[in-house]
């Protein structure tokens, strides 16, 4: 099930025992809300509709995860405020609805993820003869997962280091 905005008790309490996938994109209306000039652009009845489907969105975090339901991380890329490059927001948002811990949060981004597309054997997991996708940080992640977004330095994709902000140039 992608999204499951509207997901209820049952709903979430049945994905688990059919072993489904829920990708919430929980992103969209905080990114949405924290976008000054795309609000800004709004009529107001769009902000509050925007503000009552962020509330949504974090209670339906919360039931998925009280029920058990497998989650891997998606964003909505590209929807309006959701810009690209600032994916880990979704992660922040999973955090903040304080229905997943910054760890498992992380998880649903890497090994949940990869389990999800049957890749695990290549992907999620830093092992010996995985593909060698890494980012590194500044702080820790896990005392504070805003980390990922405000304090990355260090980007390799399949073994390329495409951004290392600590090597000068």
Known sequence: MEHGTFGDESVFKLMANKD???VPTSCTATAFLDDEKVVAEQPAHIEARYRQLNERKMAMLRLAAKAGVKVAMGTDMGTVGNHPGDNMRELEVMVQSRAFSP?????????????MMRLEQDLGSLEEGKIADVIAVSEDPLKDITALRQKLFFVMKDGIV??????PA
Do not use: H, P, Q
């Open 20 to 22: 489904c996938w829920l």
């Open 162 to 167: 495409y951004r290392n902000d600590r090597v």
């Open 103 to 115: 760890r498992a949060a992380i998880a649903s981004a890497t090994l949940e993820a990869a389990k």
